[in-house]
């Protein structure tokens, strides 16, 4: 049997694995870091990118029982042998984050940076990250919280902060506070970005002046507000509402090599300066660039019931979870009244099978109402107050932020522990990450196929098997395979399928079947579909995929697969295999899977 696929080979120029939870990009990394690797070697510490390498000469049984050579000689040897270790590791970290470069470069990113972090001691490393990934050409805004440093300036002018739910209460005090407190953060963040990367170790390679500039800021007028009024009879004095997004604006300065600072004090046509809600700047900001991802960088993780890291979430999951929880949060509540339910679970996709951005309903009180009860792009979603403030409901505000984001068409939203040093490499450049992600389109339209899903699978099916990629199925032999088959629907059509065989006794399980339907060829479904499968077989207890092919080596090849001699494959498979076909045999071992994403609803 054949496993071929109806997907576009890519040139071969190196094996990618097929993880779409993080990357929307046919470039994804062989054997990408992840913990478990590094700690099975005791001597080398926790790293992001490359960090120092601690190895003893005297360990090992390269040195029994030697003691240490005043003139070096073992010192030496052990010495060489360290570097050499550590410039293997450097060699592949370089190489495995090959496909992330390729993947993130050109894409724009949204970090909203909360106020708690700004006046932190990490916001330095931060924003040195932000520097290095910026020379790797992604194309940042940032949106720096102020919260902490408004309420720090009121309490040296004897003055009390004023919250309604999500929203402050902006007198001519707190308005002055907020401006300075604006003024000063954009500084700071320009002064820290201005130096550039250090130039200690790269003169050797030559002279050249743009080592000596640093990165462009670029900060205006981007974001017109309005006043939020008066509310159920309170006067929200200074206090704005997001009108508008520049898109045009930003997207000009992003194009010039600037990185974007949007601050969340806004501008009225009649030309007041009004505080608005971060959360609300930037979630907006992040649904009119139709930027890839939201990233926002918090002070703690997200953590479930017991304690535990939450690595991912889709947007159904996270939906449900603020559902349930919106009787102990207002921010919540807001949500709930903001994303209709029914909205989540319809998509429009464009011919390249990209989805639109889908269309909440909206209610008065959250967010921009342009009183024409239909969405506007530049609606953003706020969260703060004291809610936020006092933390009782952990960091479920930010989680309803996300989901709400997501439903605008966002597909990815990160919320990353700012604390943790690297956060943003450690996340973007590992196959698992470190943080919690919100994803809208993961696994969209896949599930386990049903009786009434065989003629689709037929019709996908019958073009690979006329031209010799597939072998020949009768319908018989697909109805007692069915329960092996998974398709990807669309509109209520199959346009994708593909099977996984497992054979329990041997730990491993059959690819098979990998089909695409010709007008959705090209969108990444072939990649979907063997991730998903991937997935599966670590769920069902399997260490290792094969599969027979006579054509589609290649596409296999780059994502992970090695060839393999029949031997490899399971005896009780071996008996059934045509020789006269002369297939090729590959096979793929599947790593540890950290990545939190679980497909329970897969196999009811």
């Known amino acids: 049997m054949a496993a071929a696929a109806a997907a576009t080979s890519l040139s071969p120029c190196t094996p990618i694995q097929n993880h779409q939870r993080r990357l929307q990009s046919n470039f994804i990394p062989c054997c990408s870091f992840s913990r478990s690797n590094f700690n099975k070697n005791r001597s080398i510490g926790k790293f992001v990118g490359i960090q120092s390498l601690k190895i003893s000469p005297f360990e090992g049984n390269n040195f029994p029982g030697k003691k240490i050579n005043v003139l070096g000689e073992t010192e030496s ?329 997501c439903s605008g068409g966002v597909q990815r939203v990160h919320l990353l522990d700012g604390t943790m040093g690297g956060v943003l490499l450690k996340e973007l450049f590992q196959r698992d990450g470190v943080g919690t992600m919100v994803a809208s389109d993961l696994y969209e339209g896949i599930r386990m196929a049903r009786v009434t899903d065989l003629d689709g699978i037929k019709r996908l099916l019958l073009p690979l098997e006329e031209s010799g990629i597939l072998i020949k199925r009768t319908e018989e032999e697909l109805l007692q395979a069915l329960d092996s088959f998974i398709v990807v629907e669309r509109e209520g059509h199959i346009i994708a399928c593909s099977a996984l065989f497992p054979f329990f006794k041997d730990k491993c399980g059959e690819v098979a079947a990998i089909a695409v339907s010709p007008e959705c060829r090209g969108q990444g479904q072939g990649d979907k579909l063997l991730d998903y499968i991937e997935k599966k077989a670590s769920f069902l207890g399997l260490q290792m995929l094969f599969l027979l092919t006579t054509r589609t080596a290649d596409w296999f090849v780059r994502r992970g697969f090695t060839e393999c001699s029949i031997e490899s494959i399971p005896e009780e498979r071996r008996k059934r295999i045509n020789i006269s076909r002369r297939s090729k045999y590959y096979m793929k071992r599947l790593l540890p899977d950290g990545s939190g994403i679980r497909l329970d609803n897969a196999y009811a």
């Not at 003055?159 to 007198?171: M, N």
């Not at 309170?234 to 604006?249: C, L, Q």
């Not at 139709?290 to 960088?297: N, R």
């Not at 979870?321 to 679970?345: C, F, G, H, P, W």
């Open 77 to 405: 040897a052990g010495i060489e042998a360290s570097n050499a270790v550590k410039d293997e590791l450097f060699v592949r970290f370089f190489r495995e984050s090959w496909p992330y470069f390729l993947a993130h470069r050109g894409s724009t990113f949204v970090i909203l940076i909360s106020a708690e972090i700004i006046d932190s001691p990490n916001l330095d490393h931060i924003l040195m990250d932000i520097s290095l990934l910026h020379g790797l050409g992604i194309k940042f805004v940032l949106v720096p919280g102020t919260h902490v440093q408004i309420d720090q300036l009121l309490a040296e002018r004897n003055c009390e902060p004023k919250y309604v739910g999500s929203y402050r209460i902006t007198d001519a005090d707190s308005l002055s506070a907020a401006m300075n407190a604006s003024g000063r953060i954009r500084i700071m963040i320009e002064a820290k970005l201005s130096p550039g990367p250090s130039l200690s170790g790269i003169r050797r390679h030559g002279d050249n002046s743009r080592w000596y500039d640093g990165v462009s800021v670029a900060s205006g007028n981007f974001l017109a507000a309005k006043r939020r009024g008066v509310v159920e009879g309170i006067d929200y004095a200074s206090t704005g509402e997001v009108k508008k997004i520049d898109v045009s604006r930003i997207r000009e300065r992003l194009d010039q090599d600037s990185i974007v600072l949007l601050s969340n004090l806004g501008y009225s046509s009649s030309g007041e300066v009004l505080n608005c809600n971060t959360y609300e700047v930037a979630t907006a900001c992040a649904l009119a660039l139709g930027a890839e991802k939201l990233i926002c960088i918090i002070d703690g993780p997200i953590l479930d019931e017991y304690g535990r890291l939450i690595r991912f979430l889709t947007l159904q999951d996270a939906d449900m979870l603020i559902r349930k929880r919106a009787k102990q949060s207002e921010t919540a509540a807001n949500y709930v009244k903001a994303v209709a339910q029914e909205d989540l679970a319809c998509a429009i996709f464009d011919p390249n099978g990209k989805a639109f951005p889908r269309a909440p309903k909206f209610q008065n009180g959250v967010g921009f109402d342009n009183w024409s009860g239909l969405w506007s792009t530049e609606q953003g979603f706020a969260i703060g107050g004291q809610e936020r403030l006092g933390r009782l409901n952990g960091y479920l505000s930010e989680l309803a932020a996300a989901a709400f984001v």
